[in-house]
DNA sequence: AGTCCTGCGCAATGAGCTTGCGAAGCATCC
DNA sequence: GGATGCTTCGCAAGCTCATTGCGCAGGACT
């Protein structure tokens, strides 16, 4: 059932991750096959949804979304139905890029993506902890950032 | 000296966010316009930097990258010294997908991407808590996930 | 050895990218 | 008020690239 991934297809991959709108010569070329098979392989971890899906990288600080923030998020109780909630809540504000119902310490992380600061605690106030099921909210605010978020580690 | 984005442009950064492999044609009958202009668009929004590249995106599940743990890190002590190695250490591996040095109750987010668990706590006891400004570390997995990691919010 | 199967390369067709050019809208300045 | 310059559009031609069908080579199994 797992489909098996040889090195090509793992250097296809690879490839993928850096330049997704690589031509399929250029592709063909760098993993030293001809065209037409290499795309038959692309086509192929395309339907079998390793490839999930192709997507523009834009650069945050240009599109006023220079800040991002890790908000720890307490609730006021557990169970499932104020965490469901609070789950459909954060999928309506698009400054919320991730949410992590986490087993640990607090109770979910989100990371959070403004143009600056200020606008960040707008939005915190105007709607994070307004939020019913929000008990309290703890913030860190990153000042230097790794981010390979693109690029999954294949070995 | 910032590039204004008129509503054609927004609208073309949405399209690009969602699928990045769009042929030109399409985008540019979805955002209202002919090819060509819409194409020197584009062209005008990567040299500009406002696109900063194009990537594919793995399903993590299908190529042995199916856990996600947020790793909270304390450092022995807080000068740069410590600071600048720690992010140089976390470099090197690939299981790390995002850093993010913090000011907040910790030192630093990791956002770490393994297959599974038991290859997680064999990471973290094997590499992350043998980097020598580590202190502590606390570990949150997560449950479910909201990811909109690729979607920048366009306002 | 013969057969099947998988995956390769080649070639032809067609779709899409790319560039140059002329026209239309708009602001500025006589 | 009309002319000029600037911007951005659409059209068309040329050319690259994606896509498909087909034949061939190498390995596995009988």
Redesign the pocket.
Known sequence: MPI?L?P?DRHILRVLQRDGR???????KEV????????????LLEEAGIIDRYVAVLDPAKVGAGLTVFARVWFKTQDAEVTLRFAEAVRRFPEVMECYLTTGECDAVLRIVTADLHSYWRFQADHLTRIPSVLSVKTDVPMETLKRSFELPLR
Chains 1, 2 share one sequence.
């Open positions: 098996i040889d090509i690589i031509s399929n010569v250029d592709l063909a030293g096959l001809s065209p037409s098979p290499c795309l038959r392989r692309v086509r």
